[in-house]
């Protein structure tokens, strides 16, 4: 029988939206797009969602990072060149963070470079969890997507 992890895995596009404040602030903080608003509704709305849940971001500025390491305020778009140039670069990090853990589910969010950047670390994803997803189409299907996913098997009010 394969025991499948209680701890699920959401890697997750920066944001052209962040907030202003001076000096360092947690990435998840920084960013202020619609997806981080909808991640930090589901942690105040779904019990144990936060505990439970590993959050990386796909940062077109510092590359994969945890949602927890503080950066500063900074203005760089992710593009199909520099998705390109990342994507070692990413797979090298993704496989350093990961390491043997093992997750119950992965969720890949954000748009096609975003994509483009994970594509080399997607089989290491896929190898350590019980299902690998990529949300599709636009902006508002992926975020319908996310939602969803955010309160897959909990008791949240739909």
């Not at 105040?44 to 990386?56: D, F, I, K, P, S």
């Not at 990342?86 to 096609?112: E, H, N, P, S």
């Not at 896929?126 to 996913?149: D, E, K, M």
Request: net charge positive; charged share 20%.
């Amino acid at each position: 029988m394969l025991l499948i992890p209680d701890v699920d895995l959401l890697i997750m596009s920066c944001s052209a939206k962040k907030r202003l404040d001076p000096g360092l602030l947690p990435a998840l903080e920084r960013y202020d797009g619609v997806a981080y608003r909808v991640l930090k509704k589901a942690f105040g709305e779904v019990a144990g969602l936060q505990e439970r849940l590993t959050v990386l971001i796909v940062s077109a500025e510092f590359g994969l990072i945890p949602a927890t390491r503080p950066i500063p305020w900074y203005d760089r778009s992710m593009n199909a060149e520099r998705a390109r140039a990342m994507r070692t670069d990413v797979a090298r990090t993704a496989r350093a963070m990961i390491g043997d853990r093992q997750f119950g589910r992965v969720l890949i969010t954000g748009g096609k470079h975003y994509r483009a950047a994970l594509v080399d670390g997607i089989p290491l994803l896929a190898q350590r969890a019980g299902t690998c997803t990529c949300t599709s189409g636009g902006i508002g299907v992926q975020l319908g997507q996310l939602h969803a996913w955010l309160r897959e098997g909990s008791a949240a009010p739909s």
